[in-house]
């Protein structure tokens, strides 16, 4: 009987000390949620530029070889980055090509930019872009890239002109509506 007793001592010490450490990682878990709130998420937006940032000039070209430069944009400017390898730039490239059509100033004020090394790819994201957007086919090191701060796929930004970034983030629910064109 007393290895009995002395069993449920011992178990009952056991579940006290495992009730105060879980308590103490509750307790741990709070402060660092709220030092988490405190510091705020990178969120969407953390793809590029931030709303308020300004974005650097560029200059380059299109597949089509047109000159495409933030200096020369007088209006509104839709800014979008794609890569060949991005499963999600894939599924969102219909709703930003239906997006890009309904944009005030039409195809001369959106620029598109597909980037990687699958030439396959990269085509049939120029095809499905070229109606819409002006399409620069460029490297992650470019100039176009880094002149909007790019450090994620896909990457989605309303631009004014005087290149400050209106908005911007990975999904096109980032970006200012647009009426449906009737």
């Known amino acids: 009987m007393a290895v009995l007793v002395a069993a449920v001592v011992v178990l009952a010490v056991l579940f006290l000390v495992n009730l105060l450490f879980t308590f103490g990682v509750i307790r741990r878990?709070?402060?660092?949620?709220?030092?988490l709130d405190k510091m705020g998420t990178p969120g969407p937006s953390a793809?590029?530029?931030?709303?308020?940032e300004?974005?650097?000039?560029?200059?380059?070209?299109?597949?089509d070889g047109e000159p495409v430069s933030f200096a020369a944009e007088s209006g509104r400017t839709l800014v979008a980055a794609f890569s060949?390898?991005?499963?999600?730039?894939?599924?969102?490239?219909?709703?930003?090509?239906?997006?890009?059509?309904?944009?005030?100033?039409?195809?001369?004020?959106v620029v598109a930019?597909?980037?990687g090394d699958d030439d396959?790819?990269?085509?049939?994201f120029v095809e499905a872009l070229g109606p819409v957007a002006r399409v620069i086919r460029d490297?992650?090191?470019?100039?176009?890239?880094?002149?909007?701060?790019l450090h994620g796929f896909p990457a989605f930004a309303v631009v004014e002109p005087d290149r400050t970034v209106a908005a911007s983030g990975s999904d096109l629910a980032a970006l200012p509506p647009i009426a449906a064109k009737v």
């Open 29 to 35: 878990l709070r402060e660092h949620t709220e030092i």
């Open 47 to 52: 793809v590029m530029r931030r709303p308020g």
């Open 54 to 63: 300004s974005v650097d000039d560029f200059v380059t070209v299109t597949a």
């Open 84 to 109: 060949t390898s991005c499963a999600p730039c894939k599924a969102k490239l219909p709703g930003f090509v239906d997006y890009a059509g309904r944009h005030p100033g039409g195809r001369e004020r």
């Open 113 to 115: 930019m597909v980037l």
């Open 120 to 124: 396959a790819a990269a085509a049939s």
């Open 139 to 149: 490297v992650e090191e470019g100039p176009a890239p880094k002149a909007i701060g």
